[in-house]
Structures are given as C-alpha cells and as structure tokens.
C-alpha cells in the first residue's frame, strides 16, 4: 500500500489555495516513493455572513485552539482517511485567530490517483475535523459576541462513515 | 507532585484563567479532579461538571474514569466547533 503525504498547518494567517495545491502537487513528484495524482480536490470553509437577533450583523469569528493537540487529531483524521481510500497526498489547513466576515477559514485538500477516492476522502476528513479537532470559535457581532455551540447535525454526519 | 490543568474557550472563560497547577493526589480519576477542581471554586465550579464538557489527558481525548499519573496534563472543554 502507498504512504499518503500528509501535511497540516494551524495558523493565524490566510491560504491561497493555488500556492497549496502547487506546493503539494510538488511535494508528490515523481521520483519519490509516490505516484502522480489524477485527482486533487478541495474544501475550503469559509465565514458566513450571519445576522443575529440580538446582536445584529457577525463581524468576525474568533478561533482558538489547543495547540499540539489539535494538531495531533487532524494528523489521525488524515491517517485515517489515507488506509480508507487510495490517497496520495493531503494537506489541511485551519486558521485561527481573528477572521472576519466572508474569509477562509479552513482548507481540505486531498490529492488521489482517480476522483471518487479524493471526493470521500476530502468529506471524510472535513467530516471529522467538525466533531474531532480542538478548535473553538466565538462569534463576534456587532453589539455582542457568543461562543457557538456545537451543531448535533455534525454529529449525525459521521454516521454515514460507520460500516 | 503537580498536575498541568488547562482550560479553553467559553470553559476558560467561566473558569476565570486558561490554566493552573494543582496537587497530584494518587490514583484520582479525571472525574474526581473535576469535582475536586469545582468545589474550590467561590461559584461552585458548575460549569465545569456540565455533562457536555469533555476532558482530555496528555493530549488525548480521556474518558472520566482514567486515573491520573504526576506530571500529566488535564484539559477541560466544551465540544468542538471548528471548520
């Protein structure tokens, strides 16, 4: 079975997804011990736009984290991910800090010899870094702020992984 | 004999402080550290016995009923919420 390159940044700042795409295309060269992709999909989430009913427009997310830790989990998902399909390489990307309204805040990017093992892949991953990875987000409006809660339907999702 | 404490998000903030350092006692279970770290608390510590809180130990998700070694690092959080 081939190995799948995996490469996770946490960070403050933002991505350009054609600089990560280049930058794991190029780490899958042929000449190592991996295979040239056919396939490369992405995800990337980005800031809702939201109104609250009480403290009006959102004007930013405030991430935190727990370092070394949230790390180590989006290292397993992807571990994970690559001994379930044939996948070749992986990077994830997820900013923290202040992201204000309509900017990137995560990136998927899964690179795969054909398309189907990609696309599952990519959801997988997205799928479990939702309800596995120690990231905390704050809703900042623009007369208040809240922690968001946890969505139940995030939870639901993961079942469609359970064989 | 000292264990790292640690707190995130709206748990740090109901908590008043992002970590502390408490007393290693031998062959307590996270849940007992919890309540322990509760009923020092002015408030009650409620916050931190809400069923939804999750713990972790050396950076792994924990289940309640693991027993703590000296030097271990305990986190309290609520669920995630990134992506």
Redesign the interface.
């Known amino acids: 079975m081939q190995a799948c390159k995996i490469s996770i940044s946490v960070q403050r700042e933002n991505f350009t997804v054609s600089d990560e795409q280049s930058a794991l295309q190029s780490g899958l060269e042929p000449g190592g011990a991996s295979q040239t992709p056919g396939a490369i999909v992405s995800f990337v ?1 980005l800031v809702r736009d939201e109104q609250d009913a009480e403290f009006g427009a959102l004007q930013s997310l405030q ?4 370092p ?2 949230t790390e ?1 989990a989006l290292g397993d998902i992807c571990q994970r991910a690559g001994a379930q399909w044939q996948l070749i390489g992986c990077r994830v990307v ?1 900013r923290v800090g202040s992201i204000n309204s309509g900017e990137q ?2 990136l998927v990017m899964t690179a795969a010899a054909h398309r189907g093992d990609a696309f599952c892949a990519c959801e997988y991953i ?1 799928d479990y ?10 809703a900042c409006y623009e007369s208040g702020a809240r ?4 969505q139940d339907s995030d939870q639901q999702r993961l079942q469609r992984w359970a064989k | 004999m000292a264990l790292s404490v640690l707190y995130f998000a709206s748990l740090r903030e109901q908590m008043g402080g992002a970590s502390q350092r408490v007393d290693c006692i031998e062959g307590e279970s996270i849940a007992a550290l919890a309540k322990r770290l509760a009923s020092s608390r002015p408030d009650g510590g409620a916050a931190l016995l809400e069923p939804s809180v999750r713990a972790a130990r050396n950076q792994q998700l924990a289940d309640r009923t693991e027993l703590l070694c000296d030097g271990d690092e305990v986190a309290f959080f609520p669920p995630v919420t990134g992506g």
Not at chain 1, 129 to 138: C, G, N, P, S, Y
Request: no cysteine.
């Open positions: 989430g991430i935190e984290h727990y070394g830790m180590q997820h805040i995560v997205m870094l939702k309800t596995a990875a120690t990231f905390w987000k704050k922690w968001v809660a946890a």
